[in-house]
């Protein structure tokens, strides 16, 4: 059974940091995809940050050059490195998990999610 733990959520101010953290259990992310998503009160979930050991990341523009997804293999656990945090940045952010190689922007190509952890960013 699959499983994703999120943590690392919390209030900070306008320019900020954060460093979130996902266990995953019961899954291996070798040549899978892995990624962050974020949803906001009355939005969408969108992508944040999206990646997979032989291909590379990818970031959603508004966190260009103000995050860092990676991946640590050895301890199967899944990192969004924060910075610069902008109020626009608060959300419920979310780990996912993908059944195959294959690294979609779509939330819905995602099999498994964790629980979510509450980012929040005051001006």
């Known amino acids: 059974q699959v499983q994703l733990m999120e943590s690392g959520g919390g209030s900070v101010q306008a320019g900020g940091s954060l460093r979130l953290s996902c266990a995953a259990s019961?899954?291996?992310?070798?040549?899978?995809?892995m990624g962050w998503f974020r949803q906001a009160p009355g939005k969408e979930r969108e992508k944040v940050a999206l990646?997979?050991?032989?291909?590379?990341?990818s970031y959603a523009d508004s966190v260009k050059g103000r995050f860092t997804i990676s991946l640590d293999n050895a301890k199967n656990t899944l990192y969004l490195q924060m910075s610069s945090l902008k109020p626009e940045d608060t959300a419920m952010y979310y780990c996912?998990?993908?059944?195959?190689?294959?690294?979609?922007?779509?939330?819905?190509?995602?099999?498994?999610w964790g629980q979510g952890t509450q980012v929040t960013v005051s001006s």
């Open positions: 996912a998990a993908a059944q195959s190689f294959y690294c979609s922007s779509d939330f819905r190509d995602f099999a498994y």
């Open positions: 019961g899954y291996t992310a070798t040549r899978r995809c």
């Open positions: 990646i997979a050991a032989d291909r590379g990341t």
